[in-house]
């Protein structure tokens, strides 16, 4: 995995957790700077710095060894900036806790699924989506998700 890659996966995960940087860099026993520069894709992590950061994200660290002719697995995009605005709101924390509970999963990985999904939707239009059009984007998760 590429640092911008693995910057994107930290940032996405912290998102889709609704924590700060500061509060994850506490966590993790690492610097503010430290982290922000991997969320950009700038630095060389050590495994016991990733390690660390997967720990404060309540994931943990697998690291694999591959053949070169194995497929190679994508990873998440980088979340857009408007969408990690909607995150952060009432609406989006209301409505992932109440999908957690009637999924009986854990929260943080409902908001990362749903987050993931409302980036995919937002790939079917040519422009930068607002407010309003994330309100609607979650009005239909939220539709297609009630029995």
């Known amino acids: 995995m590429e640092i911008v890659e693995l910057g994107n996966v930290l940032r996405n995960r912290r998102v889709a957790a609704g924590r700060t940087i500061a509060s994850v860099a506490t966590d993790a026993g690492l610097s503010v700077p430290y982290i922000a520069n991997l969320e950009n894709g700038r630095g060389?992590?050590?495994?016991?710095?990733?390690?660390?950061?997967?720990t404060a994200l309540g994931a943990r660290l697998v690291v694999e060894l591959v053949d070169d002719?194995?497929?190679r697995r994508t990873e998440p995009e980088r979340l857009p900036d408007s969408l990690v605005q909607f995150a952060r709101g009432a609406r989006f924390s209301t409505?992932?806790?109440?999908?957690?509970?009637?999924?009986?999963?854990p929260q943080s990985a409902v908001r990362e699924r749903l987050l993931h999904a409302m980036a995919a939707m937002a790939c079917l239009v040519a422009r930068p989506l607002s407010e309003l059009d994330w309100h609607r984007?979650?009005?239909?998760?939220?539709l297609v998700t009630r029995e």
Do not use: F, G, Y
């Not at 060389?44 to 997967?54: H, I, Q, R």
């Open 137 to 142: 984007i979650l009005d239909t998760a939220v």
């Open 44 to 54: 060389n992590p050590t495994l016991a710095a990733v390690a660390n950061l997967a």
């Open 69 to 71: 002719d194995e497929p």
């Open 95 to 105: 409505e992932s806790t109440r999908l957690a509970k009637a999924t009986r999963s």
